[in-house]
């Protein structure tokens, strides 16, 4: 749903003391960050998880490239003043 899992651990992998899951996951950057997931538990019952990001890429809007934000792009042309 989010992206490809790469890694999780021992709690969450054993399914012990489960306060939170903790997982590795490849995404796409070009992709939107979804703030929730729905499943199914293991009574049937349908479950929404909010999702938290440790990290996240930021992106120039302007330039279309990772690193930066369009506020402190170089690229970008000077607003003129007069």
């Known amino acids: 749903m ?5 890694k999780n651990d021992k709690f969450t992998k054993d399914r012990i003391m ?7 996951i490849d ?8 703030e929730y997931i729905d499943f199914a538990s293991e009574h049937k ?3 929404r998880q909010p999702v938290i990001y440790e990290w996240k890429a930021i992106q120039c809007k302007h330039y279309k490239m ?5 506020e402190d792009c170089r690229k970008k042309k000077p607003i003129r003043q007069e």
């Open 18 to 24: 489960l306060r939170y899951a903790r997982l590795v």
């Open 27 to 34: 995404i796409e950057l070009n992709e939107d960050f979804q």
């Open 45 to 47: 019952v349908l479950i």
């Open 66 to 70: 990772y690193g930066h934000l369009k």
């Open 2 to 6: 989010l992206g490809v899992p790469i």
